[in-house]
């Protein structure tokens, strides 16, 4: 069963940039697309970028434009690169799957507050 670590969150002003990594265990990370999902305080998780095997990406609307998504398969690690960061971005970050088929747990997630 494979393990996620999430890591790189903290306290940031708006406008602040955080680099989020997520290192996993196993051996089928390089062999699935990957993401990166947020549960904002009072909100469900929802998925908020995706990456495949082959590196092609997707961003729900709210974070398009300001976050990157990025992995080495190498390192068996995920990252998330967010830029001009908002309030609303404030949240616990979590890396897994994107297939909900394969989500058989969750890492602790890492906190990421933007203060106004």
């Known amino acids: 069963q494979v393990q996620l670590v999430e890591s790189g969150g903290g306290l940031v002003q708006a406008g602040g940039s955080l680099r989020l990594s997520c290192a996993a265990s196993?051996?089928?990370?390089?062999?699935?697309?990957m993401g990166w999902y947020r549960q904002a305080p009072g909100k469900q998780r929802e998925r908020i970028a995706i990456i495949t095997t082959g590196g092609s990406t997707s961003y729900t609307d709210s974070v398009k434009g300001r976050f990157t998504i990025s992995r080495d398969n190498a390192k068996k690690t995920l990252y998330l690169l967010m830029n001009s960061l908002k309030p609303e971005d404030t949240g616990v970050y979590y890396c897994?799957?994107?297939?909900?088929?394969?989500?058989?747990?969750w890492g602790q997630g890492t906190q990421v507050t933007v203060s106004s």
């Open positions: 196993g051996n089928i990370f390089s062999f699935n697309a």
């Open positions: 897994n799957y994107f297939s909900s088929n394969l989500i058989t747990s």
